[in-house]
């Protein structure tokens, strides 16, 4: 399948300053960089991100330092103060009230036909959502969360492929999700519906009339389908088939979804609510045009984008939320599958934002390489996570999870 996106697929083709590389399977760690021999027999090693000496990690731990502390001690209203003194059994119930009425107002405001009631409840959904940003950021900051925003990163710089291979990371299996599950299934479908109508003009002889209106009936109910819910009735149909029919795709997009939550929480973006099909969904929230996966509160960046002037790390945080789910497919499977949608939202964004081809290569490998090493770090947390995803779980639940299960290294 072609890549889903030009300014990311650019990131993982070869590029003529890459330099090859060979790496060395050691017990205890994922991959060593091998000494590279040159002609003046000097050697330079080579040193993979998950083991590179202290110099680098220090300088990380020094910037992220800084950055802390140049930011003021914030001060919340009373009301949130209040809840978040009762520690995380007493506040995250509170967060997971606030995140309940900010998904049903999201979905109800996002309706082509929303009325005024909608917007009303959209206007309350933004409002509960802020308060529940409030609540965990006071969390965070009393000492409560220790996970929320504090994933380690990776120094910001330009990466070659070759340090992403020196890592063990395949750019092109990454970045360019197949979809094989959904559209083997759309596939067989568009062939039985061939089967079915050859099969009653064989049958019953109908006029070239009535075959023309079988016809445009089929493509004016997809054009609908398109323009009113954007696509929700396939997608409901295909979804639904493909969790029938198989357990492989279940485990992956439990995974997928799993890793976008994990990922936004480390990386400082509360999560609002997930779904894990699209029958959940709509059943959730009524709405064909709310699919399954993860939501999130995104106010602050959505803000920036609305100025047009995006920070660097909101981008960097947007970029590893993107690109979680394949990351983790990538991870558990060595490819991914899904996720064409998240390629394609990045690719918006850089688009949109005008990066030159350069600057675009060195936002994705970096948030690549960035995302990789916090999901191995955390892959078992992530499998927890889907797990608990899978039964249910109320978004506070699953921070509590995630916070428990959290090692020295986030």
């Not at 990776?154 to 070659?160: E, F, G, L, N, T």
């Not at 079988?214 to 969790?243: I, K, R, Y």
């Not at 909101?314 to 490819?335: D, N, P, T």
Request: glycine share 10%; aromatic share 4%.
């Amino acid at each position: 399948m072609m890549l889903a996106m030009s300014t990311v697929a650019h990131a993982c083709r070869s590029s003529a300053s890459a330099r090859p590389g060979r790496t060395l399977e050691h017990p205890g760690r994922r991959v060593i960089p091998a000494v590279m021999a040159r002609r003046r027999a000097r050697a330079v090693a080579v040193r993979s991100v998950d083991d590179a000496k202290a110099d680098d990690s220090s300088a990380e731990v020094d910037a992220r330092a800084d950055e802390e502390a140049e930011q003021p001690r914030r001060t919340f209203g009373s009301d949130v103060e209040a809840i978040a003194a009762r520690g995380l059994a007493g506040a995250l119930p509170e967060v997971d009230e606030r995140l309940r009425i900010a998904m049903r107002g999201e979905a109800a405001g996002s309706r082509a036909d929303a009325d005024a009631d909608a917007l009303d409840a959209k206007r309350a959904a933004a409002r509960a959502e802020d308060q529940a940003v409030d609540i965990v950021a006071c969390l965070k900051q009393t000492g409560a969360l220790r996970g929320y925003g504090a994933a380690r990163l990776v120094p910001r710089r330009d990466y070659a492929l070759s340090e992403l291979k020196l890592n063990g990371i395949e750019a092109e299996k990454l970045l360019s999700p197949t979809e094989s599950t959904i559209s083997g299934l759309r596939d067989v479908l568009g062939r039985a519906a061939l089967v079915l109508v050859g099969g009653w003009v064989l049958s019953s002889h109908p006029s070239g009339a009535q075959v023309t209106g079988v016809l445009a009936s089929g493509a004016a109910a997809l054009a609908m389908d398109q323009v009113a819910f954007a696509g929700g009735l396939e997608a409901l149909a295909l979804d639904t088939l493909a969790q029938a029919t198989s357990q492989t795709y279940v485990a992956r997009l439990r995974l997928h979804e799993a890793a976008h939550f994990l990922v936004a929480y480390l990386m400082g973006i509360l999560p609002k609510g997930y779904t894990l099909s699209s029958a959940d969904a709509y059943r959730e929230y009524g709405a064909l045009n709310v699919q399954a996966g993860c939501a999130f509160c995104d106010g602050a960046f959505q803000a920036e984008v609305a100025k047009g002037k995006i920070t660097s790390g909101s981008l960097g945080r947007f970029s590893c939320v993107a690109l979680a789910g394949i990351g983790m497919e990538y991870v558990a499977y060595g490819f991914a599958e899904g996720g064409v949608a998240d390629v394609r939202q990045l690719d918006g964004m850089l688009r949109a934002l005008a990066f030159s081809q350069k600057k675009s290569d060195s936002e994705v490998r970096w948030a690549v390489l960035n995302t990789i090493s916090i999901l191995r770090r955390h892959e078992g947390t992530v499998r927890k996570l889907s797990e608990r995803m899978a039964a249910g779980a109320s978004v506070g639940e699953c921070i509590r999870l995630i916070e428990d299960s959290l090692g020295d290294d986030v």
